[in-house]
C-alpha cells in the first residue's frame, strides 16, 4: 500500500509516522511543497516549541478552542495530551511542564522536536519529497492520483493524508474544494491589536496579570493577564479574545472598541465599596501615593490623568462624581482599536475543510474515500499555550492509524 501525506509540518509527520507504525508494509511518503520541513515548529513558542498544554480534562482542554471543541472531545480521548507526552519522552525528548500549563522540550529549543521527527522517519523509512506542491486530487476507482505544480508530474495513491496547514486565502483551498467538501473561509485567529491613536501604547512593558477584556457590542469576553506593547495590546486576554472572534473582528474590518476591566471584578458595586472604604481608612493619603488592586505604577497615574483626576488630591477630597468616574476606569476602560499584528511567528487560522465534511472518528472526508485530514487544513483552532499543536498530534494519529 502506498501512503501520500501532503505537507512536511507538524501534522504531516506526525500523520506519516503513525501511518508508518499501524502499517508498516507500505510505502509512506511525505510531500513538501517548499524546501523547508517543519518550518513552524522550528519558530513555535519563541523558537522553545511549546508542543502541548500540561492541562489532563478533555472537558477542560475543549475550552481552548473556538472551533472544533465538539470534535476534539472524542478524538482527544483516542489521543490525548498525556499519550503525547508519553510519545516523545519514549523517543528520548524529555519534557517539562510550566506553571501556566505550556510543555516545552527540557531543552528550551525546538530543534530537539525536529530532530526527533526527522530521526523517527529515517529508522522507519519514510520517504521526504520537498520543492513541488501538489493542485490536484483525482479519484480514480479505489485509489487517488495526485497533480503536481511542477512538470506536470502525476502519482497514483492508495491513501493520502492531508495536512497542509492552515491556508490564508480560500482560493487555496478550491482543489479541497473541487472534490465536494465544504470550505468555511479562513481568517487570522490568534493575533494582537493595534491602537495607533491610544496613548496608553505610551506604557509598553507593563503587564496586568488579572484583566477582563471585551469587544463593545458583542458577547465576546476573555480573563487573563495583558501586555500593554509599543503598538496596542497584547498578552493571553487579547489573544484569546482575538481567537473567538476572529470572525466577528475580521468583519470588522478590524476596526473596533475593546473594554477592559483592569481589576476583574465584575461588580462595580463591590469596586465602589472597596474605592470608598480607602477614602475613609486612608483619607489623607493622596490619590498617587495609594494604589487600589496593586495596579502598576505608571498605569495607575495613566487612569488618573485620562480620568481628570488630579494625582496631588486626597482620597477623601475624591467626591462622589469622581469615585464613579474611576470605577469606570478600572471596570470599564475602552480603547480604539484599529488594525491587527500577528502574534510572534504563529501565525494561525480560523477556518479550513469544515468538519461537516469529515469523519472525526478516523479523519477521513466524507466525500472522497481513502482521503484524509490532519491538523490546521480542518476548521479547528485553538488558543496560545500548545493547544493547536496537541490539536494536530490527535488528529494526525488518528488520520495515520486510520489510513
Not at 500549563?101 to 525536529?114: K, M, R, T
Not at 487555496?172 to 473561509?185: C, K, S, T, V, Y
Request: proline share 4%; hydrophobic share 35%.
Amino acid at each position: 500500500m502506498n501512503i501520500a501525506i501532503i505537507g512536511g509540518g507538524a501534522a504531516g509527520f506526525f500523520a506519516a509516522i503513525a501511518a508508518k507504525k499501524n502499517h508498516p508494509n507500505s510505502e509512506v511518503t511525505i510531500l513538501e511543497k517548499s524546501k523547508k520541513l517543519l518550518s513552524k515548529v522550528k519558530v513555535s513558542g519563541g523558537g522553545r516549541c511549546n508542543v502541548t498544554n500540561g492541562c489532563t480534562s478533555i472537558k477542560e482542554l475543549t475550552k481552548a478552542y473556538p472551533r472544533g471543541d465538539k470534535a476534539l472531545k472524542k478524538a482527544f480521548r483516542v489521543f490525548s495530551t498525556q499519550d503525547t507526552m508519553d510519545w516523545f519522552e519514549k523517543r528520548g525528548v524529555p519534557l517539562v511542564i510550566q506553571e501556566d500549563n505550556c510543555v516545552f522540550p527540557v531543552s528550551q529549543n525546538s530543534q530537539s522536536i525536529i530532530d526527533c521527527f526527522l530521526s523517527e522517519t529515517r529508522q522507519l523509512g519514510i520517504h521526504i519529497e520537498v520543492g513541488n506542491g501538489v493542485k490536484s486530487i483525482t479519484p480514480i476507482q479505489n485509489q487517488l492520483t495526485l497533480t503536481f505544480s511542477k512538470g506536470n508530474i502525476s502519482r497514483t495513491f492508495d491513501k493520502v493524508i492531508v495536512a497542509t496547514g492552515g491556508c490564508p486565502k480560500e482560493q487555496g483551498l478550491q482543489w479541497l474544494a473541487d472534490l465536494g467538501h465544504q470550505i468555511a473561509p479562513p481568517v487570522p485567529s490568534l493575533f494582537t491589536f493595534n491602537m495607533p491613536k491610544e496613548t496608553i501604547t505610551e506604557l509598553m512593558g507593563i503587564v496586568v496579570k488579572e484583566t477582563r477584556t471585551s469587544i463593545q457590542g458583542t458577547k465576546l469576553k476573555s480573563d487573563g493577564p495583558l501586555l500593554i506593547t509599543h503598538w496596542g495590546m497584547s498578552g493571553p486576554s487579547i489573544l484569546k479574545l482575538s481567537a473567538f472572534g476572529a470572525r466577528i473582528l475580521s468583519d470588522s474590518n478590524y476596526v473596533f472598541k475593546v473594554q477592559v476591566n483592569w481589576v476583574n471584578e465584575l461588580n462595580n458595586t463591590v469596586v465602589s465599596e472597596s474605592l470608598k472604604e480607602i477614602c475613609q481608612t486612608h483619607p489623607n493619603k493622596l490619590l498617587t501615593n495609594y494604589r487600589p488592586y496593586l495596579l502598576p505604577e505608571r498605569l495607575w497615574h495613566y487612569l488618573l490623568e485620562k480620568g481628570q483626576l488630579p494625582a496631588n488630591k486626597k482620597w477623601a477630597e475624591l467626591g462622589k462624581k469622581g469615585l464613579n468616574k474611576l470605577v469606570t476606569l478600572l471596570t470599564n476602560d475602552v480603547y480604539n482599536v484599529q488594525g491587527k499584528t500577528t502574534f510572534k511567528e504563529e501565525f494561525v487560522t480560523c477556518g479550513g475543510v469544515s468538519l461537516e465534511s469529515i469523519d472525526i472518528r478516523t479523519m477521513q472526508s466524507k466525500t472522497c474515500p481513502n482521503l484524509y485530514f490532519a491538523g490546521e487544513i480542518m476548521d479547528i483552532d485553538g488558543i496560545t499555550g500548545g493547544y493547536n499543536f496537541q490539536a494536530a498530534w490527535t488528529t494526525a494519529f488518528i488520520a495515520g492509524k486510520l489510513a
